[in-house]
């Protein structure tokens, strides 16, 4: 039977057809009969493309699937007039695009939910107590509350205060915490593995979590003391803008108050990442696996969603901790322990959730915004190197 040659391998032929047997369609058929994928065949040549049974997606090979079922074909590879955004891209994007596509999608998210992080904030810290004693007249009641309250006392801006920072820290920290992930993920697996381990995922989460907060954890400082100050007198705000605050931080408290709370943020970011980044690469290799969607948008935000659940769970406690201590005044608590304990002894176990409704709405919206924007950069930026080369 003759072959076609493409890009060095063979691709078989359909059988040629029987008298007597059905001849299948070249159109998408809605339950029976094959399909043609035309997507890398020469001109004039048709080419069946199906899963070896039982193979990993990295042994997928041409083979002859005339007279097939329709539903014996994956729903990753049937073509779809449906489809949501850009198609995966046949070549996989370089870290470099990765790292530029996280840090621009970390700032598309941040602009769309920052007044859920302000709300978070506010919410976080109210009642705490403060050195020196200061009283405050706002009390705030759940998210629309506390969103309204902001908005009439304060002013619309108020809802994004300390979003220059907020840019600033998504720049480095999305770049490098989501950027790298499948870099590092790849490095720390083993040589000839055919999948990546839950455990390998896991420690390249925490790896590019800790350096993350390493290299931006001054942006986060300022960012936190920005929209906490909103609920201060204009005679009580510490800062005028955001390169005073660095500058401020820096001469009152010294270099380390720039990093204050980089241990709580290096757990914080480590339980986020495993709990977000690291779900989010599970659940999507999941739904794909299970042939329930393609890889899509549809699919990203599935896995979004579940994944910034997850992560607000699990990360709450120690986001209250973090809020708390990055925002207190200098001699206010000695470590994060012992602000730990304060919170328990004020508010009990149910202060580790204060906010957990803004939490999540931020963090689940943040990521279903994110990770979108970030697959559809990513493949933005594959279709658009040809053109720059």
């Given amino acids: 039977m003759p072959e076609s040659r493409e890009g060095g391998r063979e691709l078989e032929q359909p059988p040629q057809s029987v008298p007597g047997d059905p001849v299948p369609s070249t159109e998408m058929p809605p339950r029976e009969h094959c399909f043609p994928v035309t997507r890398s065949v020469p001109a004039g040549m048709l080419s069946w493309v199906l899963y070896k049974g039982g ?8 083979l002859s699937v005339q007279g097939r079922s329709w539903n014996t074909v994956p729903r990753s590879l049937r073509p779809s007039s449906t489809m949501v955004g850009l198609k995966p891209p046949e070549v996989p994007p370089t870290a470099a695009m990765k790292f530029v596509s996280a840090g621009m999608a970390g700032c598309i998210a941040d602009l769309c939910t920052f007044p859920l992080d302000t709300a978070k904030v506010r919410l976080q810290i109210q009642g705490e107590v403060r050195i020196p004693r200061t009283t405050s007249s706002v009390e705030y009641r759940g998210v629309l509350g506390t969103l309204s309250t902001m908005v009439r006392t304060e002013g619309a801006r108020s809802l994004y205060s300390g979003l220059a920072a907020g840019l600033q ?3 480095s920290f999305a770049s490098i915490r989501i950027g790298l992930y499948d870099s590092v993920k790849q490095l720390y697996t083993p040589k000839g593995a055919e999948n990546t381990g839950v455990a390998t995922r896991l420690l390249a989460g925490c790896t590019t979590g800790a350096v993350a907060v390493a290299c931006a954890q001054p942006t986060d400082v300022v960012k936190v003391r920005f929209q906490a100050s909103g609920a201060l007198s204009d005679s009580a705000r510490r800062y005028s803008g955001t390169v005073d605050a660095y500058l401020t931080i ?34 999507k290799d ?29 990360a709450s406690p120690v986001d209250v901790v973090k809020t708390r ?13 012992s602000c730990l304990l304060a919170l328990l002894m004020q508010d009990g176990p149910a202060g580790l959730y ?3 409704i803004p939490s999540f709405l931020r963090l689940g919206s943040w990521n279903v915004v994110m990770f979108v924007s970030y697959e559809q950069l990513q493949r933005t930026m594959v279709l658009a190197r040809p053109a720059l080369a």
């Avoid at 480590?270 to 690469?281: F, H, K, P, Q």
């Avoid at 999941?286 to 769970?313: E, I, K, P, S, Y």
């Fill in 250 to 283: 820096a001469r009152e408290e010294g270099v380390r108050g720039l990093w204050r709370g980089t241990l709580p943020n290096i757990a914080r970011n480590a339980i986020i990442n495993c709990g977000e980044l690291v779900t989010y690469d599970l659940l």
């Fill in 55 to 62: 193979a990993s997606e990295t042994t997928r090979r041409a």
């Fill in 286 to 314: 999941a739904l794909l696996r299970a042939q329930l969607m393609t890889d899509n948008v549809l699919c990203h935000f599935v896995a979004a969603f579940g994944a910034g659940f997850c992560a607000t769970v699990v």
């Fill in 354 to 356: 204060k906010g957990f």
């Fill in 169 to 171: 820290r998504q720049m």
């Fill in 325 to 337: 201590y990055m925002n207190a005044s200098s001699g206010q608590y000695r470590n994060a322990l």
